[in-house]
């Protein structure tokens, strides 16, 4: 299996424009995360599903923040109107059993 | 709820010398324990967990870390370092009774710089 695959790598974007970033999970996980990881707050989880189905999205920082899995194969979390203080790095991981598997992240910048 | 302390920020080792890095944890469950790596510009990458049975647990390229239940400590160590052991360490524990994936907290990770 190639992993968990998050697209883009990078993400340079303006101010108030809309962004979303992409994961797929690896096949055969029930479970798929999505984390944010910045210098001042560490590693944050936003969101987690279970069989495709939200089961805590206490993390999302605001309303701007959502995240779908449409089916077991594909994610996504989306900022809409993105800010400066979205500027992170955007890891997603999905799990089977206990161990959970990352992806190699998405770096956003919002300018 | 369950939380991660991680002792140093950064530490600083020479090649060949003993790594330890620090972990403490807070959970009013039995945890599960983990320890990941992050080289720069990567994902993070599993280097062991525990869960239950033996407490001293090994991982991969040399590192294992040791369940301390008295402690409260899930500290990670490898007897000799090498230069490819440089980068970012996290500890995360996370909590489930039924023996499935549950939301890992973090802590803030420590730095491993190895000199020569």
């Known amino acids: 299996d190639a992993g968990v695959i998050q697209s883009p790598r990078h993400e340079v974007t303006e101010m108030g424009q809309e962004v979303t970033l992409r994961c797929k999970p690896i096949?055969?996980?029930?479970?798929l995360f999505w984390y944010r990881q910045t210098m001042m707050r560490g590693l944050e989880l936003l969101i987690y599903?279970?069989?495709?189905?939200?089961?805590?999205d206490s993390g999302m920082p605001e309303d701007r923040f959502s995240a779908k899995m449409p089916n077991a194969s594909f994610s996504t979390l989306k900022i809409q109107p993105s800010e400066p203080r979205d500027s992170a790095v955007y890891f997603c991981?999905?799990?089977?059993?206990?161990?959970?598997?990352f992806g190699q992240g998405t770096r956003l910048t919002v300018v | 709820a369950q939380s991660v302390t991680q002792l140093g920020s950064h530490v600083s080792v020479s090649e060949g010398a003993l790594v330890l890095l620090r972990c403490n944890y807070s959970?009013?469950?039995?945890?599960?324990l983990f320890w990941y790596v992050q080289y720069p510009n990567q994902g993070l990458q599993l280097l062991l967990k525990?869960?239950?049975?033996?407490?001293l647990v090994k991982g991969i390229n040399g590192f294992e870390a040791e369940f301390k239940k008295s402690e409260t400590s899930f500290h990670l160590t490898k007897p000799s370092a090498h230069m490819s052991d440089a980068a970012e360490y996290f500890c995360?524990?996370?909590?489930?009774?039924?023996?499935?994936?549950?939301?890992?907290?973090f802590g803030t990770g420590t730095r491993l710089q190895v000199t020569l």
């Open positions: 991981a999905s799990s089977l059993r206990v161990e959970a598997f």
């Open positions: 959970s009013s469950v039995p945890p599960y």
């Open positions: 599903f279970n069989n495709n189905v939200p089961i805590d």
């Open positions: 096949s055969g996980h029930d479970y």
């Open positions: 995360a524990v996370s909590v489930s009774s039924t023996g499935t994936a549950s939301k890992l907290t």
């Open positions: 525990y869960t239950t049975g033996a407490t």
